[in-house]
């Protein structure tokens, strides 16, 4: 399988706890991409690498956020002393850069980590 | 007022009916734009991208209309397996930077019917 890949699928912690997600892109594509997506809405944009550089963050990502993609290829996604509001479904998704700044590409997105804190 | 709106839904449409689904957006800097189709508990997934001469693809119209920062899509002689939740994109990059900052819409869902 070629595709984006998350690990874990599903995860359930306890209010406080930190957790911590991986998200594999396509091994071509350069740019990454975190949402995080609650029920009835659409995902929400958290954060973009262009290869292991972090371009944009989202105001929605507090301090207790951090990303990584410390060689440009895959990307962890920790949350620290989750709250019960961070339950929600993190997707990752990848594309290919586009020859100038302003080209965007399809971005194919990974199955998601879905996160319950209790 | 939201970045990105779309129809409430659901649209429940029996088999066959043409349905189309409605977007505005309120940054006129937009750039790039975009419907992704989502199943239920699955990722979304790119159905097709939105051109300024508005663009076809079998069944499938979207159109764009800068002026009125709106978008549209149309799906004719809908299928059962059109039912999902249709999500509207829009992509805020900028042309001086690398910055990329997509925001998508709340969805608005679809039940195709026998």
């Known amino acids: 399988d070629t595709g984006v890949s998350q690990d874990p699928r599903h995860k359930i912690t306890k209010r406080g706890q930190n957790v911590t997600f991986r998200c594999d892109p396509i091994?071509?594509?350069?740019?990454l991409y975190w949402y995080r997506q609650t029920l009835g809405q659409g995902p929400e944009f958290l954060t973009y690498f262009q290869n292991e550089a972090q371009l944009e963050k989202s105001r929605l990502l507090s301090d207790r956020f951090s990303a990584e993609r410390p060689k440009g290829s895959f990307s962890t996604l920790e949350i620290q002393r989750t709250e019960q509001g961070d339950s929600a479904m993190y997707l990752c998704?990848?594309?290919?850069?586009?020859?100038?700044?302003?080209?965007?590409?399809?971005?194919?997105f990974g199955p998601g980590t879905r996160l319950t804190v209790t | 007022r939201k970045e990105v709106e779309q129809d409430p839904g659901p649209f429940n449409v029996p088999e066959g009916a043409t349905v189309a689904f409605n977007c505005t957006y309120s940054?006129?800097?937009?750039?790039?734009f975009f419907w992704y189709r989502q199943d239920c508990r699955k990722e979304p997934k790119l159905l097709m991208s939105?051109?300024?001469s508005g663009n076809e693809d079998g069944r499938f119209t979207a159109q764009l209309n800068r002026a009125s920062q709106y978008i549209s899509l149309l799906i004719r002689d809908s299928k059962l397996s059109d039912s999902a939740t249709y999500l509207c994109?829009?992509?805020?990059?900028?042309?001086?930077?690398?910055?990329?900052?997509?925001?998508f819409g709340p969805g608005t869902r679809l039940s195709v019917l026998p």
């Open positions: 994109v829009v992509n805020q990059n900028s042309r001086d930077n690398y910055g990329q900052n997509f925001v």
């Open positions: 091994s071509e594509h350069n740019r």
């Open positions: 939105v051109y300024s």
């Open positions: 998704a990848s594309s290919l850069e586009g020859a100038t700044s302003g080209d965007t590409y399809e971005q194919y």
């Open positions: 940054n006129s800097a937009s750039q790039s």
